[in-house]
């Protein structure tokens, strides 16, 4: 999934001076990438880190989430609503990071080392729907219709929340793990789809 990511990025890389939707839609790729290399050497060398081994990508998913609002809420046209939709994601990114980091200090995170990731998963299922989701849905009626492979993007990747949290292994070698990144992979591939199709006029630079 890192070097998937990673290549999307590359690929936009010249298309990130079109517009704010472009930038930041780079920009997750790139950090998205990064951040599940991480979590791969989390993951790899668990053994010797523990939960900390997952820090730098627990806290890099976090903000990779908030790119995408930034990018779908770029697309506003009514200055206000956009004003209320940035404040809104703003605090919400706070308001997990707070979660996120009382549950690192005060929760068992190594009896329990799933707790760090439940606020970054609920914080990516909401912020996907309500960004490339429900706005990508709308976006797709009145700016431009290649913006479907957005909200496409979201709805194959929903499995992906149902296989891991609800921890369903369907085969020693192809547990929940393996069923979410694929899940997820083909989700991102929309995404980097729809953003490389749309094109804008000046009026949204």
């Known amino acids: 999934m890192a070097s998937v990511c990673l290549y999307f990025a590359y690929r936009l890389l010249a298309y990130r001076k079109q517009s704010d939707f472009h930038r930041f839609w780079f920009l997750f790729f790139l950090i998205y990438g990064i951040s599940s290399f991480a979590g791969g050497l989390g993951h790899g060398l668990y053994t010797y880190f523990g939960p900390w081994g997952k820090l730098f990508t627990w806290t890099t998913g976090i903000y990779s989430i908030y790119l995408i609002e930034k990018a779908m ?3 506003v046209n009514d200055q206000e609503i956009r004003r209320r939709y ?4 703003l605090i919400k990114l706070i308001f997990v990071y707070l979660v996120f980091t009382y549950i690192l200090l005060f929760l068992p995170i190594y009896k329990k080392p ?3 990731f439940l606020p ?3 914080n990516t ?3 996907v729907i309500l960004s490339a989701g429900i706005l990508g849905y709308k976006f797709s009626k009145k700016i431009q219709p290649e913006m479907k492979y957005l909200y496409q993007g979201v709805l194959v990747m929903l499995p992906s929340a149902l296989f891991f949290l609800g921890k369903i292994n369907i085969h020693p070698w192809f547990d929940k793990n393996d069923a979410s990144h694929l ?3 083909v989700g991102l591939f929309l995404f980097f789809k729809g953003v490389r199709a749309v094109q804008f006029s000046a009026s949204y630079h």
């Open 120 to 122: 970054i998963a609920i």
């Open 114 to 116: 799933g707790l760090p």
């Open 73 to 75: 809420i770029s697309l």
């Open 86 to 89: 940035a404040f809104f994601s």
């Open 183 to 185: 899940f997820l992979t």
């Open 125 to 127: 299922i909401v912020g």
